[in-house]
């Protein structure tokens, strides 16, 4: 049956922005507030207490080129319950082909490694979020991850709204991207609690007070 025109529309606004993107990337003047000298994390971040340089993980993502990566530890009270959680920016100051959050080889994980058990979209109630249990396929281990995309000062996640965000900010001359992660070792198998506390975390604002360390 025949397209209809609200899917050729829809696909036609898709291919004008998978073409435009790159071009605006090219020519678009940088603003100041998107070239931080280099990216930090506090020591304390919310509800959460720095507790000194994280630890080994085998969990690494694949970033390439970027501009800043910083990685600090945190421990955290959830409900008497003290747990410890690694927070991770990788960051381009100035996004452009091949230097960018979704550049091709970028991934979260690598599927080698790792294979996702679980994931749960708009975490704590925050758009842009994701909580991401993955578990080992080399070594008998589970992780949780938050996770997400800070593109030009707004949190998303997929990749035509990565690419859209992308564009809004090169129109408004902002070109700067970084993958958030909060990584918590899992306890159980199910991996329930930390499902759960990197949740609360979301909903007590913890995003808010990383998106304020990527403003430059």
């Known amino acids: 049956r025949p397209a209809g025109r609200g899917t050729v529309t829809a696909c ?9 993107a790159p ?6 003047p ?3 507030a998107s070239t931080p000298a280099a990216i930090s994390l506090p020591a304390e971040l919310g509800s959460l207490e720095h507790r000194g340089s994280p630890r080994f993980s085998p969990w690494e993502p694949r970033m390439r080129n970027t501009d800043a990566v910083t990685r600090q530890a945190y421990a955290m009270d959830n409900e008497g319950t003290p747990m410890d959680l690694d927070v991770g920016v990788w960051y381009y100051a100035d996004q452009r082909q091949g230097r960018e959050v979704l550049a091709h080889g ?3 994980y690598d599927p080698g490694e790792w294979q996702q058990e679980r994931r749960i979209a708009n975490a704590g109630g925050v758009p842009g979020w994701n909580v991401t249990i993955l578990s080992g396929r080399l070594l008998n281990q589970r992780i949780a991850l938050a996770w997400s995309y800070h593109v030009a000062g707004t949190w998303t996640t997929g990749t035509l709204n990565v690419k859209a965000r992308m ?7 902002r070109r700067d991207g970084a993958l958030v992660v909060m990584e918590m070792r899992c306890s159980g198998e199910d991996c329930e609690q930390e499902a759960a506390a990197l949740q609360q975390l979301l909903r007590d604002g913890t995003a808010g007070h990383i ?4 403003r430059g």
């Not at 036609?12 to 435009?20: C, D, G, H, N, R």
């Open 167 to 173: 564009l809004q900010g090169a129109l408004a001359g």
């Open 23 to 28: 071009m605006l990337y090219l020519t678009s």
């Open 30 to 32: 940088m603003t100041a």
């Open 12 to 20: 036609l606004a898709v291919t004008a922005l998978v073409i435009t």
């Open 106 to 108: 970028n991934r979260l």
């Open 211 to 214: 998106a304020r360390n990527l």
